[in-house]
């Protein structure tokens, strides 16, 4: 991967960090933020020295944080040492948007379950978030795929939904109609009608499908630069 010089803005200098407790979670939110909001675009590559001192932190909690967004897929280890932002190929996406469904599809099965023994989770009932943003969807989804209890789907999830954010996240505002079947599938799911949520669901994951419009974009790749 060629690099060229990158200068950290805003998200990065923002505010200082004065709870040395909680310094390291709070490097790893500040670096996730970055990622996910294309701050950090993908292809930089990101090096520990120039980090920690845009931060004005030691290298250990800069060092914990990137082995933590490592874990979430959200940077990568490089050949020859270093981490970076990966570039998603057309093909990642697609991969990516398959596993999600897979997963998702699983989770209905298991919540339509919840519903029909009455057994509504406080996060399945709260209604998912009226705004058009990436974010909002992803978390009502995070938050149903959680509520249905299955930790090894939980687990597997926690490797897509980082990834699937940071993509939703550079594609724009959400469509109105992907918002409005997301109060759909909630109404369903509470009355257990696991025939219609399905349909729902899979209506959505082609609107996401086409929204991305991923032949049309081709590799989702932007220039690579170094932070430093």
């Not at 250990?60 to 570039?87: F, K, Q, T, Y």
């Not at 298991?110 to 023994?117: D, K, P």
């Not at 939703?168 to 997301?182: F, I, K, N, S, T």
Request: charged letters at 20%; proline letters at 6%.
């Amino acid at each position: 991967m060629q690099a060229t010089a990158w200068r950290a803005g805003r998200p990065l200098l923002e505010g200082g960090i004065e709870e040395p407790p909680a310094l390291g979670g709070l490097v790893r939110d500040r670096l996730r933020d970055a990622v996910m909001s294309g701050e950090i675009p993908p292809g930089a590559r990101l090096r520990q020295v120039a980090l920690a001192r845009t931060l004005g932190v030691s290298r250990m909690p800069v060092r914990d944080a990137i082995s933590a967004l490592v874990a979430e897929s959200l940077l990568v280890e490089l050949p020859g040492g270093g981490v970076g932002v990966p570039v998603l190929t057309a093909a990642d996406v697609q991969s990516l948007l398959s596993v999600r469904e897979v997963l998702e599809r699983h989770a209905l099965q298991a919540l339509v379950g919840h519903a029909r023994t009455g057994g509504h989770s406080p996060a399945v009932v709260s209604p998912p978030a009226e705004t058009a943003t990436a974010d909002a969807h992803v978390r009502f989804h995070r938050t149903l795929c959680q509520a249905a209890g299955d930790r090894y789907l939980t687990s597997a999830l926690a490797t897509v939904w980082p990834s699937l954010g940071r993509l939703m996240h550079g594609a724009g505002r959400l469509p109105e109609h992907v918002v409005a079947l997301d109060a759909t599938l909630h109404r369903l799911l509470l009355v257990g009608d696991r025939r219609r949520a399905a349909t729902v669901l899979e209506e959505q994951f082609a609107l996401v499908r086409r929204w991305l419009d991923l032949d049309a974009r081709g590799p989702l790749t932007l220039r690579c630069e170094e932070v430093g």
